[in-house]
């Protein structure tokens, strides 16, 4: 007969169930019991089965699935419970502990007996499995009276760990992993543990920090305590804690370290001790304030105070360098030379306190965002300011310029260079007018490319890359057509001695070399028709007709203010060379058929128009240093009343002499050009904001425009709608008849 046509009644079959429960419940009590056979397993399975597979009525499914229920509740009552209200603190633990393994290791077994229940009638009836009954039984007759009490206990041995005393961390992380099993995830854990531990933490720490503070008063003596304990509470988590209490553990304890205690943590002063926050920061105390960072790394509100008080010490720190430069270039004393090194020491110091709180920041503040904001804001309020007259961005392009000609007071090795300009490009990143940058970088740039004082191509083309890589490909376009103007003029003078000397009636009779720029590219330069004389003539023309014969749709444009020349002068001490400008050449060479000439007759022969160039040139040869001709009366200053003779007694110690021009302040044209170029970028922008939008707002084409604008330069607002009036004006915009303040593009 096979076994499903095996009829067992309810009784008999309960009786078999009931003998294979109570041996499992000696086995797990360590009564003296036989373990269970595969015969003692089947014949159990089997009963189960044949009783789920009885036709009605006989299917007794719900009574075997109640058996389950009853058996693990009567142990739990007779058994389990008895054991563990009869201890208490550690020893409940442990018996916990074994109760729970035991539950588990009986439920497992059970759900094996009953097998068959799971497969059909449970699924069925869509009743809980017979492991989340067991669960569940455990849950409600055990852990809800217990909870409170272990949890006090485990809570209780936690804060004796604190204390210094050794605990069992296996069996603390046993316990926890029951309130997370019991929940079925973190459920559990989190309501009837986890609340409870943040709660005795936050008094357990607030106690403590009252205690520190009173005692010790020294606020790196604090720290030292604290980060201590927040290791210790790492710890704890990693070993019996859930990893999802860290957070909220550890912000809870640097909350109650520092809430309390804000302003004597960040300003702390005892007994003569400056050891707060800013006290720190001033003193370059890297350590502690690493660890102050450290411990309060969770507290927002703590990092909060921490970033506004490091940006107010930037602030400062830059405010007295910017001091000490217009102290040193407002005194009376020193002279422009002075003042110009004074203005490179400010700017090698600007890079100094850059590169010192970035590496506090990315080092010793764990690189955190709210400091690098912090020291961002600093340093843009800072590098927009002006330093004794003038702008960060016109003292940046000379730092630059000092360091890449040649005969350099930063006397650096190729890798200080390469270094020091990337620090210089990294402050430029802070200042709001790049474009005021630009053109004073390039007038200096022109200025070492076209008189031979660059030290090193290599430097050169290294920060027009480090440049574009900033500033994007348009900031450096220029720039880098100068250098490659530069590069082609040397081909391009080659050619011309090879034309030279093939061609014996086109020598100009002097070594000639001409640099031919793209206008585009440089600064503009002042451009007029020197009367030269014939040998200059002579020169012009021999190369104008080489130039046609290679390009004959270009114009040429002579500009003479940058010329030099080398002439001979034939004194009576000795003759001597004269390194000087074309200008400066061109009238010295009128005197070799004038004994005496008047300041006008000088202007008219020269063809000069601007009175301000002649009375450079004529004070540079007959005032300054090297006093090539006399002058009547013999003052200090030029005037148009005054005569010149041939200095025939001039003499100099040197055999070769170089006369300079007296300098120019280039800085009003320099600005002059900028706001020109300016009121052209805002055109643009306008015009090709309006061309993709062809309907806007006055005031939405105002902000786009700033936006658009902004990574070159900070516009005015007045002069953006100066602009868009303009445009209206010249019927590239027209406002809308119905709403004035809607702008409609014109193509």
């Given at each position: ?81 008895p054991s563990l209200r009869e201890k208490h603190d550690e020893f409940m633990l442990r018996e916990l502990v074994k ?331 802070y200042i709001s007018d790049k474009d005021l940058f630009a053109e004073f970088y390039r007038k200096k740039l022109a ?252 005031q939405q084409l105002v902000m786009e425009c700033v936006e658009q604008l902004g990574p070159m330069f900070k516009p ?32």
């Amino acid at each position: 007969m096979g076994v499903n046509e095996r009829k067992i009644d309810l009784e008999q079959g309960l009786e078999i169930m009931q003998k294979g429960i109570v041996k499992l419940k000696n086995i797990l009590e360590g009564l003296p019991e036989t373990p269970f056979s595969s015969e003692d397993y089947m014949m159990l399975y089997i009963t189960v089965y044949s009783m789920c597979t009885q036709k009605p009525p006989h299917d007794y499914s719900q009574q075997l699935y109640d058996k389950y229920r009853e058996s693990l509740e009567e142990y739990i009552m007779s058994t389990v419970l008895p054991s563990l209200r009869e201890k208490h603190d550690e020893f409940m633990l442990r018996e916990l502990v074994k109760r729970w393994e035991n539950h588990k290791i009986m439920v497992r077994w059970l759900s094996r007996f009953f097998h068959y229940l799971d497969r059909y009638f449970i699924a069925r009836r869509s009743l809980p499995p017979l492991e989340e009954v067991g669960l569940t039984c455990f849950s409600t007759m055990v852990y809800q009276e217990l909870k409170v009490k272990v949890r006090d206990a485990v809570i209780s041995l936690i804060d004796q760990e604190r204390e210094g005393e050794q605990n069992d961390q296996a069996l603390l992380k046993n316990i926890l992993d029951i309130f997370v099993e019991i929940g079925m995830g973190q459920m559990d854990y989190k309501n009837d543990f986890e609340a409870a531990l943040l709660k005795d933490s936050a008094a357990y720490y607030s106690r403590k920090a009252l205690s520190w503070i009173s005692v010790d008063g020294y606020c790196p003596d604090y720290m030292l305590k604290a980060e201590e304990c927040l290791k210790q509470e790492k710890d704890r988590i990693s070993h019996y804690l859930h990893s999802s209490s860290e957070p909220k553990l550890l912000e809870k304890i640097q909350h109650e370290l520092w809430s309390v205690y804000e302003s004597q943590l960040l300003e702390k002063e005892h007994s003569g001790y400056h050891s707060g926050y800013h006290a720190l920061l001033k003193d370059d105390k890297v350590e502690n304030l690493s660890r102050m960072v450290r411990v309060f790394s969770k507290v927002s509100k703590f990092l909060d105070s921490l970033a506004n008080t490091l940006k107010q010490h930037v602030t400062d720190k830059g405010t007295a360098l910017v001091k000490q430069a217009e102290d040193a270039a407002g005194c009376k004393k020193a002279d422009e030379k002075v003042v110009g090194l004074q203005k490179q020491v400010f700017v090698r110091e600007l890079i100094e306190l850059h590169d010192k709180y970035v590496a506090f920041v990315n080092e010793r503040f764990q690189n955190q965002k709210l400091f690098h904001k912090a020291l961002k804001e600093a340093f843009e309020a800072l590098c927009n300011k002006g330093v004794g007259g003038s702008s960060i961005a016109e003292l940046l392009a000379t730092f630059c310029d000092n360091i890449l000609k040649k005969r350099s007071s930063e006397r650096l090795s190729d890798e200080a260079i390469e270094e020091t300009l990337e620090k210089v490009v990294n402050l430029l990143a802070y200042i709001s007018d790049k474009d005021l940058f630009a053109e004073f970088y390039r007038k200096k740039l022109a200025r070492r490319l076209l008189f031979d004082m660059s030290a090193n191509d290599d430097h050169e083309r290294g920060i027009l890359m480090k440049l574009k890589h900033q500033c994007g490909v348009q900031f450096t376009l220029k720039m880098e057509g100068m250098v490659t103007d530069m590069m082609l003029a040397k081909e391009n003078h080659t050619s011309f001695e090879e034309y030279v000397s093939n061609n014996p009636n086109a020598n100009p009779g002097i070594d000639l070399t001409v640099t031919v720029l793209t206008t585009g590219f440089w600064p503009s330069y002042k451009s007029f028709d020197l009367n030269l004389t014939a040998e200059m003539v002579k020169c012009v023309e021999v190369f104008r007709e080489f130039y046609q014969i290679k390009t004959k749709h270009r114009k040429l444009t002579w500009i003479y203010s940058l010329g030099t020349c080398n002439i001979i002068g034939k004194f009576e001490p000795k003759t001597m060379e004269l390194i000087v400008t074309t200008y400066q050449a061109s009238a010295l060479l009128l005197f070799n058929s004038s004994d005496r000439l008047s300041y006008s007759e000088i202007k008219t022969q020269l063809n000069l128009t601007d009175d301000d160039d002649v009375v450079r040139l004529l004070h540079s040869l007959s005032c300054a240093k090297y006093k090539i001709l006399k002058k009547e009366p013999n003052t200090k200053s030029i005037a148009p009343t005054d005569h010149f003779e041939f200095n025939s007694k001039f003499t100099d110690k040197m055999q070769r002499i170089k006369i300079p021009l007296p300098p120019v302040d280039e800085k009003k044209k320099v600005i002059k050009d900028v706001d020109k170029d300016r009121r052209y970028a805002i055109d643009a922008s306008i015009v090709r904001i309006m061309k993709s939008r062809k309907v806007l707002g006055h005031q939405q084409l105002v902000m786009e425009c700033v936006e658009q604008l902004g990574p070159m330069f900070k516009p005015d607002l007045r002069a953006i709608k100066k602009r868009i009036e303009d445009l209206i004006f010249r019927d590239y915009l027209e406002r809308d008849k119905d709403n004035p303040n809607l702008l409609r593009y014109l193509a």
